[in-house]
């Protein structure tokens, strides 16, 4: 399994952040192999595999961002952990809201990791290496 | 006053102890004895023989004087007992007048006029007789004439004056009393005046004296008539009317009277013999009986007082202290009214020491005209039993010292105190009752006014729950009148489930005290007469009138403060979703700079700068963003404090300026757009409005206008309740999921940002709300979208309030 190339799926709308999600799991050599997807509507198509994105491999992984066009994340997050076959997709919420409220319901919503996105690059990459660690941990139990 | 005697009541123990039967026998004895006396030989005569010019020439001027006053010692025993008659007659008015001044009997005093002018009678009778005063006749007829005028006249005075009061029954006022004495007296001085005047002018008089006769002198016969009417028929009633010592002595003194009469009738032949002297000694004695008998009467009265005061000292001592410490003021009385006990409360509320009313009569402490009718009343009390307060207690008129007059309650019992009926007063000055209850009334209306306009319902109920009050404001909250509901179970102001559950909650409350509203006040649900319910603030007071628990709650309708509440409820949440809006998505641009910046610096620091383009781009495109963003911020939160000038604003006008603002736009997509002719005008602020439209005009050409002949189409339409205006496009149309969510803050259905900052919509919905209006999409997917803006007459400023509301440009 360490051995396969690890599927992410970023659930993103803004193109600059999601730019700079992928040049920082790029620089930090976690995968390369990233999916995106821009609103939450998209994501579910995704991860149902429906509509354009039949046939499209289940991601490992998703980053999900909460504020979303159309579908936002608390709806894409509460969804996919509902959905029997999805809901062992871990999710990492990457948002830029610091609301306790953002947090209280991604981790009710049974949110595997909650991150939020920094504004300065240090903290940013600190972000990615969390989250390198955290994905470390989850194969561990996960084998 | 009158009576001294209840009806039934036979002997009063007074009667034991002075014992007039007795008396009467010794008086009888009296004036037996002369008979005796004559029949032993004894002489009772005085004076007599005759000195004759020759023998008194004979005698020495010693023996003269000698003789002559033998002579005269007939008439010196005469005017003994004629003047101690006429002294009689004096005392007896005397006394009587005193007595008159105490009980205010007016019978008294017309005894004493009565016996006095019968005295004066004799004081002329006895001067003419001793040659003090010169009449026009001679010795013999004037004496016998004059004696016989005085017994006739005093006979029938006594028999008038008596009589009046003994037969007069309807005598109960006091003044009619003093009225009669005066007529009466001024009769009898009138009538004696004349006889005297007659007997001493007259030069022939009527001859009185036949001493050969069976009858020597006819007209003390005829004397003897009035005196026998007294004694057998007027005395006696009147003894019956007035069980007094002066009632018994004035029939005992008829005796000596009678006797009088007859010994002078058949016994006396001339002037000075034995009979005539017995007749003149018993007449002074028929007037000392009346003087003995009034005496022993005032004696008795003050023993009785004393005695009274000293058995009820001795038997109830304890009662003095009462009486001197009781605040109700006591006063006794005896059958004629006179005080007898004023006690310390009483010398307070009436001003009078005890010392000063004690033994007066108990009208001085009654205003006219009370004051007259009481002797009458307790008269009338005592001979019929006719009770007007005795045993019950009215509220009357008293009378203080300084002659005001106040409200009191007497209440007033019967004790018989050795024989003597006394009447016991207990009076309490109700000045302070009267005024306390006028403070009572005040306080009432006062409270009831309070109640009729306080802004709160207020309705009062007792512990089963039944409504006793139900003031002005209740009837206007619940929408029943106070007659409606008075008298009803108070549950039928609640709805199920309440209602079924009061009575128990009282009854709860009774037995445990387990309060769940009382005293804390709460917020519970009201229902009015039409079925509605609405919220009220209840706060519930107890309080216990006369040993009964009373609740009083005091209701306010709250549903306009409950509105209020949930709009600001609502704002508050509003303004924590957009502050929570706000902070994500200027962040967005901020992460964005940073990073990129960040690895701009990066790449430089390397020597990199194949993505210099790409980064700066990116990072101006952030910074554009940002401003964007604050300025849309700004519009909005002006949007949603300012509201300009109200007026009427036309819409064809309106729109077609907003067209023509975006006429480039337009142009290039090469879109149709339709703005109907004839649309209303509406009232409100025309730049807000001109914002709106704008804000729709762009969304349509942003988002609606993606056909291959893309169209926006504008209109409005009347209808019943105000103005739909619809801005119509035939484009791809929005999925109902997103209807509601488009005119959120920030809220775009287009992942590219670069065409908005999802502001517009928001700003759109802000400002129909402001002017009252609202705002709402109709689409489908692949149908294009309806955009409809709805503003209602009446609400917000969107519509003017005089006429006309809308009208056709």
């Given at each position: 399994?360490?051995?396969?190339?690890?599927?992410?799926?970023?659930?993103?709308?803004?193109?600059?952040?999601?730019?700079?999600?992928?040049?920082?799991?790029?620089?930090?050599?976690?995968?390369?192999?990233?999916?995106?997807?821009?609103?939450?509507?998209?994501?579910?198509?995704?991860?149902r595999q429906t509509g354009a994105f039949a046939g499209k491999p289940r991601p490992d992984i998703v980053l999900l961002d909460l504020k979303l066009p159309k579908v936002d994340g608390h709806e894409v997050l509460q969804q996919l952990k509902t959905d029997e076959s999805l809901r062992t997709i871990p999710v990492v919420v990457m948002t830029t809201s610091q609301a306790e409220a953002d947090k209280v319901k991604a981790y009710y919503n049974h949110a595997n990791s909650y991150l939020t996105k920094p504004v300065d690059f240090g903290r940013f990459q600190k972000m990615v290496k969390d989250l390198k660690l955290y994905w470390g941990l989850w194969n561990q139990v996960s084998a | 006053m009158k009576a001294h005697l209840l009806p039934g009541h036979s002997k009063a123990l007074w009667e034991d102890e002075f014992r007039p039967a007795y008396w009467a026998w010794g008086i009888a004895s009296l004036c037996v004895l002369p008979l005796v006396l004559l029949w032993l030989g004894v002489d009772l005569s005085s004076g007599g023989g005759a000195l004759t010019p020759e023998a008194a020439g004979a005698l020495s001027s010693s023996e003269l004087n000698e003789t002559a006053h033998k002579l005269l010692r007939g008439s010196f025993t005469h005017t003994i007992l004629a003047w101690t008659a006429v002294c009689g007659a004096a005392f007896v008015m005397i006394l009587a007048l005193v007595h008159f001044r105490q009980t205010r009997e007016p019978s008294l005093p017309v005894v004493g006029v009565a016996l006095a002018c019968a005295g004066a009678i004799d004081v002329f009778h006895t001067l003419a007789i001793d040659?003090?005063?010169?009449?026009?006749?001679?010795?013999?007829?004037?004496?016998?004439?004059?004696?016989?005028?005085?017994?006739?006249?005093?006979?029938?005075?006594?028999?008038?004056?008596?009589?009046?009061?003994?037969?007069?029954?309807?005598?109960?006022?006091?003044?009619?009393?003093?009225?009669?004495?005066?007529?009466?007296?001024?009769?009898?001085?009138?009538?004696?005046?004349?006889?005297?005047?007659?007997?001493?002018?007259?030069?022939?008089?009527?001859?009185?004296?036949?001493?050969?006769?069976?009858?020597?002198?006819?007209?003390?016969?005829?004397?003897?008539?009035?005196?026998?009417?007294?004694?057998?028929?007027?005395?006696p009633l009147y003894l019956r009317r007035h069980r007094t010592l002066f009632a018994y002595s004035l029939l005992w003194s008829v005796m000596p009277h009678i006797a009088t009469q007859l010994y002078m009738a058949f016994g006396s032949v001339r002037p000075n013999d034995s009979c005539f002297n017995i007749a003149h000694g018993l007449k002074a004695v028929s007037y000392l009986v009346p003087i003995i008998g009034l005496s022993l009467e005032n004696v008795r009265t003050y023993r009785t007082?004393?005695?009274?005061?000293?058995?009820?000292?001795?038997?109830?001592?304890?009662?003095?202290?009462?009486?001197?410490?009781?605040?109700?003021?006591?006063?006794?009385i005896n059958g004629r009214g006179i005080i007898l006990s004023f006690n310390h409360a009483a010398?307070?509320?009436?001003?009078?020491?005890?010392?000063?009313?004690?033994?007066?009569?108990?009208?001085?402490?009654?205003?006219?005209?009370?004051?007259?009718?009481?002797?009458?009343?307790?008269?009338?009390?005592?001979?019929?039993?006719?009770?007007?307060?005795?045993g019950i207690g009215r509220e009357v008129v008293g009378r203080h010292k300084n002659g005001s007059t106040f409200p009191m309650d007497l209440a007033v019992s019967q004790v018989e105190i050795e024989g003597e009926i006394i009447f016991a007063g207990i009076v309490r000055d109700v000045t302070e009752r009267k005024w306390a209850e006028a403070e009572l009334r005040r306080n009432?209306?006062?409270?009831?006014?309070?109640?009729?306009?306080?802004?709160?319902?207020?309705?009062?109920?007792?512990?089963?729950?039944?409504?006793?009050?139900?003031?002005?404001?209740?009837?206007?909250?619940f929408g029943y009148a106070e007659s409606e509901v008075l008298s009803c179970n108070v549950n039928c102001l609640m709805p199920s489930p309440y209602a079924g559950q009061h009575d128990d909650y009282i009854t709860n409350f009774l037995r445990t005290g387990d309060a769940k509203i009382i005293g804390i006040g709460r917020e519970v649900a009201g229902l009015r007469k039409d079925g509605s319910t609405f919220p009220m603030d209840l706060s519930v007071s107890q309080v216990e009138i006369?040993?009964?628990?009373?609740?009083?709650?005091?209701?306010?309708?709250?549903?306009?403060?409950?509105?209020?509440?949930?709009?600001?409820?609502?704002?508050?949440?509003?303004?924590?979703?957009?502050?929570?809006?706000?902070?994500?998505?200027?962040?967005?641009?901020l992460v964005t700079l940073q990073g990129f910046s960040s690895h701009l610096w990066q790449d430089a620091q390397a020597g990199r700068t194949d993505r210099f383009e790409d980064y700066t781009q990116r990072i101006h495109r952030a910074t554009e963003r940002m401003t964007q963003l604050i300025d849309d911020l700004l519009d909005l939160s002006r949007v949603g404090r300012v509201v300009g000038e109200t007026r009427p604003v036309r819409l064809t006008q309106l729109i077609q300026q907003c067209r023509a603002r975006l006429d480039k736009l337009i142009t290039d997509k090469g879109i149709t757009v339709t703005i109907q002719k004839d649309m209303p005008t509406i009232l409100g602020d025309e730049a807000r409005l001109s914002q709106v439209f704008d804000n729709l005009l762009t969304n349509a050409i942003k988002y609606g206008c993606d056909a291959a002949e893309p169209r926006i189409d504008i209109g409005a339409e009347v209808f019943d309740q105000g103005v739909r205006v619809f801005v119509k496009d035939n484009g791809r149309g929005i999925p109902s999921a997103y209807h509601h969510k488009i005119f959120g803050l920030f809220e775009r259905l287009d992942t590219d940002k670069s065409k908005g900052t999802g502001v517009g919509l928001a700003i759109v919905k802000r400002i129909v709300q402001v002017h009252g209006g609202h705002v709402w999409v109709e689409s489908n997917p692949g149908e294009g979208a309806v955009f409809r803006l709805e503003f209602r007459a009446g609400r917000g400023v969107s519509v003017p309030s005089e006429s006309p509301i809308l009208e056709k440009v």
């Open positions: 399994m360490n051995n396969r190339l690890v599927r992410f799926l970023l659930v993103e709308d803004d193109d600059d952040h999601a730019e700079l999600i992928q040049m920082a799991l790029a620089e930090n050599r976690i995968t390369n192999k990233v999916e995106r997807v821009k609103d939450g509507a998209e994501a579910m198509d995704y991860l | 040659r003090l005063i010169e009449t026009a006749v001679a010795d013999g007829e004037l004496i016998s004439f004059t004696w016989a005028a005085c017994r006739l006249f005093n006979g029938m005075t006594l028999l008038i004056g008596v009589g009046l009061f003994t037969f007069s029954r309807g005598i109960h006022s006091v003044r009619l009393g003093n009225v009669l004495v005066v007529i009466a007296s001024a009769g009898f001085i009138l009538a004696t005046y004349f006889i005297i005047r007659y007997c001493a002018a007259s030069s022939v008089l009527p001859q009185t004296l036949f001493p050969d006769a069976l009858v020597k002198r006819p007209y003390d016969l005829c004397a003897l008539a009035p005196y026998l009417i007294c004694g057998v028929a007027v005395f007082l004393n005695r009274s005061s000293a058995a009820l000292l001795k038997s109830e001592s304890t009662m003095q202290s009462v009486l001197a410490t009781a605040v109700d003021a006591i006063i006794t010398e307070k509320m009436f001003g009078y020491a005890r010392t000063e009313v004690v033994g007066r009569n108990v009208n001085v402490l009654m205003p006219p005209p009370y004051s007259e009718e009481h002797d009458g009343y307790v008269a009338n009390f005592l001979r019929t039993g006719d009770a007007k307060i005795i009432e209306s006062m409270m009831r006014s309070v109640l009729t306009t306080a802004v709160d319902g207020i309705i009062t109920i007792n512990e089963r729950g039944t409504i006793l009050s139900f003031n002005h404001a209740a009837e206007m909250i006369e040993g009964e628990t009373i609740f009083a709650g005091i209701v306010r309708d709250v549903t306009e403060r409950k509105q209020a509440e949930t709009e600001l409820e609502r704002k508050n949440a509003e303004m924590e979703q957009f502050v929570y809006t706000v902070s994500h998505d200027l962040k967005s641009p």
